[in-house]
T-cell receptor, first 113, second 115 residues
Framework: AQSVTQLDSHVSVSEGTPVLLRCNYS??????LFWYVQHPNKGLQLLLK??????LVKGINGFEAEFKKSETSFHLTKPSAHMSDAAEYFC???????????FGTGTRLQVFP | DTGVSQNPRHKITKRGQNVTFRCDPI?????LYWYRQTLGQGPEFLTY????????KSRLLSDRFSAERPKGSFSTLEIQRTEQGDSAMYLC?????????????FGDGTRLSIL
C-alpha cells in the first residue's frame, strides 16, 4: 500500500532563509508524488508533481522537490522564504491504478520577519 | 478559468439534520472527487466520478452519505442524520481526465459544523 510520512508537523524559518519540508514515501511501484499547499480556509493548490520524468521537479512560487528513490524521499525546498509562503503543505502520493490521492498529515510552515 | 466552486462555504446545523453540498467542477473536466478533511489532518478520499458514473467509494462513506453527479457536470454530497463526527471540511476536486499526469484542482471547500 502507498503512504507518505511528513517528518515535521511544524517548521519555522525567517524570511529570506531556505525552506526544507521533508517527506518520505512508501510504495511498491514507481509512484506519482505531489506537493500541495493550503492557505487558511482555502482549498489546496498544486505546487508540483513528480511522474517518473526528471527527478528534480520545479514548481510554482520558486519551490522545487527532488525524488530520491534510494532514500524514498521527496523533500520540498525553496531557497528563500517569503512571508506569503506561510501555509500548510501536504505531501501526496497517488494510489496505483486509480486517481485516489493519499495525503500526509501536513507541515505547517511559519515565516517570521 | 473559473476554478472549482463549492457551496455553501460554511454550514452549521444541528445533529440529526440532513445537509447537502454542491460542487461545480471546472468545465470540461470529466473526473470529480470528494474528500473530507478533519482538523489537523490531511484530506481523505471519499468518492469520485467519471462523468456521471460513480467509480469508487471509500469505506469512510457510510450509508448516511450519498453523492451524485446526475448530468456529469455538478455534483452533490448529502449527509443524512448528521452526527458530531461529521464536522469537517468537505473538499471537491476535478481533473480533465484520469491518470496521475492530470492534476486535481481543488475548490475552497465547505466547512460543516454540527451543533
Amino acid at each position: 500500500a502507498q503512504s507518505v510520512t511528513q517528518l515535521d508537523s511544524h517548521v519555522s524559518v525567517s524570511e529570506g532563509t531556505p525552506v526544507l519540508l521533508r517527506c518520505n514515501y512508501s510504495s511498491s511501484y514507481s509512484p506519482s508524488l505531489f506537493w500541495y499547499v493550503q492557505h487558511p480556509n482555502k482549498g489546496l493548490q498544486l505546487l508540483l508533481k513528480y511522474t517518473s520524468a526528471a527527478t528534480l521537479v520545479k514548481g510554482i512560487n520558486g519551490f522545487e522537490a527532488e525524488f530520491k528513490k534510494s532514500e524514498t524521499s521527496f523533500h520540498l525546498t525553496k531557497p528563500s522564504a517569503h512571508m506569503s509562503d506561510a501555509a500548510e503543505y501536504f505531501c501526496v502520493v497517488s494510489v496505483e491504478g486509480t486517481d485516489k490521492l493519499i495525503f500526509g498529515t501536513g507541515t505547517r510552515l511559519q515565516v517570521f520577519p | 478559468d473559473t476554478g472549482v466552486s463549492q457551496n455553501p462555504r460554511h454550514k452549521i446545523t444541528k445533529r440529526g439534520q440532513n445537509v447537502t453540498f454542491r460542487c461545480d467542477p471546472i468545465s470540461e473536466h470529466n473526473r470529480l472527487y470528494w474528500y473530507r478533511q478533519t482538523l489537523g489532518q490531511g484530506p481523505e478520499f471519499l468518492t469520485y466520478f467519471q462523468n456521471e458514473a460513480q467509480l469508487e467509494k471509500s469505506r469512510l462513506l457510510s450509508d448516511r452519505f450519498s453523492a451524485e453527479r446526475p448530468k456529469g457536470s455538478f455534483s452533490t454530497l448529502e449527509i443524512q442524520r448528521t452526527e458530531q463526527g461529521d464536522s469537517a471540511m468537505y473538499l471537491c476536486a476535478s481533473s480533465l481526465d484520469g491518470g496521475s499526469n492530470q492534476p486535481q484542482h481543488f475548490g475552497d471547500g465547505t466547512r460543516l459544523s454540527i451543533l
